[in-house]
């Protein structure tokens, strides 16, 4: 008999994810691992059962003190991963959704000084608690709805030190919110105004004084640059990028967001872990991306709320055989915590089924953030890291958009919902 | 000294929607009412005091046994008033999605006898308990998300029987939720199948036994119909609103949802108190809409739930003059309950800036359902039913996709959150 000192019952439906290849692409991303009638058994934070309801009883023994929960038919799921998130940052841009409703894009706000650059100046300027109060609030909001693990971008200081800084906080956080964090540098999020002129010095400075100080102090584990025109040419982009591997670090691109500039193209030549937005992608980049087993990264909140006329390219790629994920990319510029919705932007805006989505925010997500170990499936031996919703099945979680799930668990613990922090 | 029961202070931003003409078109829907630095007092459910804090103490006494809450600085506005709402039915049809995705339309799958005639099926079949505590379970969790106000259609009966079977449950939910709803006859939903080759007999069925009941018995504060081709034509819709009118109900129209066929003409012909829809409603349209006062019904979700190509026409319809309200249009099709995720599409989607979505999901909402006197702004003498949010100001709640209210106050009782039914 296995111990467990926390048993869930009564599991209408479970989808573990734990099934066929890693990362997931076409017809893989169906098998999502389903068992109806379904109980999971937990122990010191790890599962030790995952299967049908019917055989726990002979299987699992409750430790004395141990807790039961039934999940009245309800459906179970891995936590969410949120692949691709902003979550440091101070300040807000409410004020630009009123911009954005005259006809003005990111990159003419931007131009302005005004967007990315605002939260910089915000950013800069706020001290580390404050910094830390307002993510730690964020991340609990998003565990509340079901994330469990996350990617962290630096990005909104743009110098060497304030770029440390901020990634310097990641590990306090994930020490406060218990959740699974992942570092990424993202110093090349844009030419700061210092360096206007002259951004190829911006970019020695982060290759020479920033990127060796952030892998000796193991600040990230990943690197990130934004590859568009006004932001990082391709040249450099790349230049950034064999210097990050060099020093061991897993690349990412911000890629063909904008305009087609060829990003998802140096993702796929320098084999790239992920290739990010890919909203201007193109049928070459999407068979480049497929053949060199890049992931895309999708975030398909992100071109609603910012008023474009593009969706994230879901289908498009999944039919393809890029592996995809899916987050939130919360920023200030689209601020979206919650996983669920992204699932359900994942059908409706990029035409993902409910299967494909789940297993973009949770599997491949996963592998995106080079947690494929240890986060995004359910499986004996993985942090017990799940979310339970009230609904019959895996379809119902996009399909009742706006879902709140009913409990989320990491490592084998409730995490407290998020609303009503006063009461 | 007014005496008051319960106190609300340190609210950073208080919109009363109480100004200005109602409805409000142009310039007027960004005329909010704004307070800030301010308070509210209740007292046996209705505001007496609606001001700048400053004011309070020198006007209000909090009864002995009265309660105070600081609402943090965050944001109170009237309570959401959905005036557009299927929230009666039995069954789900999570699995259209793919359907969906592999490119089938409402009115492909619906000429199958599948979509709304699976749903009729379902509701026909469902106990009366079942239809009660399906649709109380819904009315709940919107109610916590700031819904105090909401309209309730019949239309997956489509029998005269069956659709007074649903209208007679209105009351009993009202009773049991303490939401104010208003209950529309929509028996007009499609033409059921026994009807498929003869669909004047079922418009004369309607006319002749469903409607003088329905008045009869006061089931319905308004009448609607689906006009549009393979539903309701232009000739059968004004038919029946005609009697309905005679009878003394207010008119509806689900108005050039699919193809442009004269919905919305035939609205402001009649002078209808709202037109529904209107994603395919031309500039000629809008102008009729606007010099006839009748208000847009948008359901800015359904568009996007639907995978239709179109947005709701949000920004053309203020343009144009024509007052403008927002709702959920839950239902099976497109399964939201959340007025906060409505405000959010209203912006993102209909390009309504976040001062007319806000004035459209309430002021203007409750005007077209009737309820212009009783909901849908903050002053003395209104029943206390406000919600607050945990942010700074009211551009931040469709900023802030996804964000959940911190309370509900519906004749000035706090709603339990929906969240965690099961703890």
Chains 1, 2 share one sequence.
Request: net charge positive.
């Amino acid at each position: 008999m296995t111990r467990a000192d926390l048993v869930v019952t009564d599991i209408g439906e479970l989808a573990t994810l734990a099934t066929g290849p890693i990362p997931r692409v076409g017809s893989a991303m169906r098998e999502l691992g389903r068992i109806p009638r379904a109980a999971v058994a937990i122990d010191r934070g790890r599962f030790v059962y995952v299967g049908p309801e019917a055989r726990l009883k002979r299987e699992v023994h409750v430790r004395s003190g141990g807790a039961t929960w039934g999940a009245g038919g309800g459906t179970v799921v891995p936590g969410f991963v949120d692949p691709h998130t902003h979550v440091l940052f101070a300040g807000d841009r409410a004020a630009e959704i009123d911009l954005k409703i005259g006809g003005a894009s990111y990159l003419d706000i931007a131009g302005r000084g005004g967007g990315l650059f605002q939260t910089v100046r915000s950013t800069r300027r706020a001290s580390t608690a404050l910094l830390l109060r307002s993510a730690e609030a964020r991340l609990r909001r998003m565990a509340a709805m079901g994330t469990t693990a996350c990617e962290v971008k630096s990005g909104y200081a743009l110098t060497p030190a304030g770029e440390r800084r901020l990634l310097s906080l990641v590990p306090i956080l994930a020490r406060r919110t218990g959740l699974r964090l992942v570092p990424t540098f993202l110093g090349a999020h844009a030419v700061p105004p210092e360096y206007a002129d002259r951004p190829e010095a911006y970019v020695s400075a982060l290759v020479t004084d920033a990127l060796p100080l952030v892998v000796r102090h193991r600040l990230a584990d990943f690197c990130d640059a934004f590859c568009e025109p006004g932001f990082f040419s391709v040249e450099q982009t790349e230049r950034l990028l064999l210097a990050a591997r060099a020093l061991g670090l897993g690349l990412k691109v911000h890629a063909d967001e904008f305009v087609h500039s060829g990003g998802a193209e140096l993702a796929a030549r320098l084999g790239c872990r992920s290739a990010e937005h890919l909203l201007e992608s193109s049928e070459e980049d999407r068979r480049a991306l497929a053949s060199a087993g890049v992931t895309a990264v999708l975030l398909p909140v992100t071109p609603f709320a910012s008023f474009a006329h593009r969706s994230s390219p879901g289908r498009a790629m999944v039919d393809a055989g890029v592996p995809v994920a899916v987050g939130t990319d919360l920023s200030p510029n689209s601020w979206v915590e919650s996983m669920p919705l992204v699932l359900a932007h994942s059908v409706y805006g990029a035409h993902l089924t409910p299967g494909e989505a789940l297993t973009a925010a949770t599997v491949n997500s996963a592998h995106a953030i080079g947690l494929s170990g240890e986060a995004g499936t359910i499986a004996v031996g993985r942090s017990a890291d799940f979310v339970a919703f009230d609904v019959p099945s895996i379809e119902h979680i996009p399909y009742r958009f706006g879902l709140l799930p009913e409990r989320v668990y990491r490592r084998g613990i409730r995490v407290p919902p998020a609303r009503n922090p006063g009461s």
